[in-house]
C-alpha cells in the first residue's frame, strides 16, 4: 500500500518491499564529540570548530560508558544563545540543550530514519548499535550526501549507457 513517504516501484510495491533501500550504516557519521552539560556556551562553540561539527552529545559519567543526557547544536547555540542575548561564558550548555535526544538503530533504512526525524521534528538523530549504545549520529546533510551519491551514480549509469548506444548506432561496436 502506498503510504505517505513511500514510493511505488514499477510492480506496484512499495520501495521497502522491492527491496529498494539505502540503510543509515552507510551513510551516518560515526565520530562524535561529547561535551558536559556544565561546559559554557563558549566552549561548546570552540569545541564544534575544533572537530568540525556541528552538534555534541552531552554526556555524564555513567559507569563505564558515558550516559547521553542531551544534545546542543550549532543552531542551538545561534537561536537561544546568540539571538536571546546570553552570556556565552557563563550560561552553560545545560540551559539551551535538547534533554531528549531521538535516536534509530544502525540497522533503520533511509526512510524510517527521515520519518523519525519528521515525528522529532529534529534534523540529527543518535544512531545506537544492537545493545542500544550509541555509536554515531546521522544529520539530513548525512542523508542528503548519500542520496546525492546514488543520484550521481545513477547519472553516470545512464551517461554510459547512451554513449555506448551512439557507438553501437556508429557502428563501432558490435550489440
Known amino acids: 500500500m502506498l503510504t505517505p513517504g513511500n514510493a511505488l516501484s514499477k510492480k506496484g510495491r512499495t520501495m521497502q518491499e522491492s527491496g529498494v533501500v539505502?540503510?543509515?550504516?552507510?551513510?551516518?557519521?560515526?565520530?562524535?564529540?561529547?561535551?558536559?552539560?556544565?561546559?559554557?556556551?563558549?566552549?561548546?562553540?570552540a569545541t564544534m570548530r575544533r572537530f568540525h561539527v556541528g552538534s555534541l552529545l552531552v554526556v555524564e559519567p555513567a559507569g563505564p560508558q558515558p550516559e547521553v543526557v542531551g544534545i546542543v547544536t550549532d543552531r542551538d547555540l545561534v537561536m537561544h544563545a546568540l539571538a536571546g542575548g546570553l552570556n556565552a561564558h557563563r550560561v552553560?550548555?545545560?540551559?539551551?540543550?535538547?534533554?531528549?535526544?531521538?535516536?534509530?538503530?544502525?540497522?533503520?533504512?533511509?526512510?524510517?530514519?527521515l520519518e523519525r526525524m519528521r515525528n522529532a521534528g529534529v534534523r540529527r538523530l543518535l544512531v545506537t548499535g544492537e545493545k542500544g549504545n550509541p555509536v554515531g549520529l546521522l544529520s539530513i546533510d548525512d542523508i542528503v550526501d548519500g542520496?546525492?551519491?546514488?543520484?550521481?551514480?545513477?547519472?553516470?549509469?545512464?551517461?554510459?549507457e547512451i554513449g555506448r548506444e551512439r557507438a553501437e548506432a556508429a557502428g563501432r561496436v558490435p550489440a
Not at 147 to 160: D, G, N, R, Y
Open 92 to 113: 552553560k550548555i545545560e540551559q539551551i540543550m535538547s534533554p531528549v535526544v531521538a535516536s534509530v538503530p544502525e540497522t533503520a533504512d533511509v526512510l524510517e530514519a
Open 22 to 45: 539505502m540503510r543509515i550504516e552507510r551513510i551516518y557519521t560515526r565520530s562524535v564529540v561529547g561535551a558536559s552539560r556544565t561546559d559554557s556556551l563558549e566552549q561548546a562553540a
Open 147 to 160: 542520496l546525492a551519491a546514488e543520484l550521481a551514480s545513477a547519472a553516470a549509469l545512464m551517461k554510459s
